[in-house]
């Protein structure tokens, strides 16, 4: 047996001895923390990426790749990834966005149990069954993928199932949105999905029942809102009511 060979046997070795009781604790845990593993795997369906590199003979490296731009999610991430994986990733920040990033093979493997994150097949993961779950995965994904307009919420995709998984979780909460889609001038590039959140009432119950971690997004949010309720307001007190104009 060569140099080598016993080199990778003692690595493997020592990674089992290192990596075993955090398999057992991710085991153990599974129902524990789903309301953060609906954050972290919406946050990296998003803006963020699982990658292995290496031949399958030989140690393999097993990344979890985050890009936020915004520093609350940045920090929701690190927080809920430590607490479910016992693991605390490297971050940095760059000219426009933060980095967070961790090599964790137990990590990486109970993630892809969730579900596909590339751009074309991500899709509301199954083991996310209550509402609560499916609030924060709705809400981690709008933190990365959404435009808040002058009155609207715009998420777009390249992937069909994943846009339309979306629309029926919103309606679970009663919100309505329409879907549209758009050919892309590059030949190459996919077909574009675009789920649109309008109306005063669509918003109002965006931000009461699932809102904003991004900063800068919620604050956008609570502007538009405010103007609706202030318009509603104003046309619930110059219209009378159906009783009182039945009795005048």
Wanted: glycine share 4%; with cysteine; net charge positive.
């Amino acid at each position: 047996m060569d140099f080598y060979k016993l080199a990778r046997i003692g690595a493997k070795a020592h990674w089992e001895k290192q990596n075993n009781p955090l398999k057992e604790y991710i085991k153990n845990t599974s129902l524990k923390f789903l309301m953060e593993k609906a954050r972290i795997v919406g946050f990296i369906m998003g803006d963020g990426y699982i990658s292995k590199l290496g031949k399958p003979t030989s140690l393999q490296h097993h990344d979890i790749c985050f890009y936020p731009d915004d520093k609350n999610m940045l920090d929701i991430f690190l927080s809920d990834f430590e607490k479910v994986y016992l693991k605390k990733p490297f971050k940095k920040e760059l000219k426009n966005h933060f980095l967070a990033r961790v090599s964790c093979k137990p990590a990486c493997d109970d993630l892809r149990t969730f579900g596909d994150y590339d751009s074309l097949n991500w899709e509301l993961p199954k083991k996310f069954s209550s509402k609560e779950q499916k609030r924060e995965w709705i809400r981690a994904l709008f933190d990365c993928e959404s435009y808040v307009g002058k009155n609207t919420i715009n998420f777009q995709s390249v992937s069909k199932k994943g846009i339309e998984s979306m629309k029926d979780t919103l309606q679970e909460f009663g919100i309505s949105c329409n879907l549209y889609q758009y050919d892309r001038k590059h030949k190459g590039w996919n077909l574009n999905h675009i789920l649109v959140i309008s109306k005063k009432e669509n918003l109002l119950k965006y931000e009461d029942l699932i809102g904003f971690n991004h900063t800068k997004k919620k604050q956008k949010l609570h502007e538009i809102c405010q103007r609706a309720r202030m318009v509603i307001g104003t046309v619930s007190k110059t219209v009378p009511s159906r009783a009182s104009r039945f009795n005048s």
